[in-house]
C-alpha cells in the first residue's frame, strides 16, 4: 500500500489563476475573492454574489483540504 503523494496543481492549470490568500475562514476566503471581482462596484452587489457563494458552497463545496479550493465548472 501507497502512502499520499505530492501533487503540483499548477501544473494542472494556469498559474495566473491561483490566488494566495491569507484568511482563517472559507467565509473570510470567499469575502476576500469577492472583493477581486472587477464587475461588481457596490456593496450590495457584492453582499448579494457572496451570500451566492456561499449558498453554492452549502450545495457542493470547491474545497478539497489543506486550504485548497479548486473551482468548479456548471
Known amino acids: 500500500m501507497q502512502g499520499p503523494r505530492e501533487v503540483n496543481l499548477l501544473k494542472y492549470c494556469q498559474e495566473s489563476f491561483v490566488e494566495f490568500l491569507c484568511v482563517n475562514s472559507q467565509e473570510q476566503a470567499l469575502a476576500s ?7 461588481l462596484h ?25 486550504g485548497v479550493a479548486v473551482r468548479m465548472h456548471s
Not at 475573492?33 to 464587475?39: G, S
Open 33 to 39: 475573492l469577492v472583493e477581486k471581482v472587477p464587475y
Open 42 to 66: 457596490t456593496g450590495s452587489e457584492k453582499s448579494h454574489f457572496f451570500e451566492a457563494l456561499l449558498q453554492r458552497e452549502k450545495l457542493l463545496s470547491t474545497g478539497i483540504g489543506f
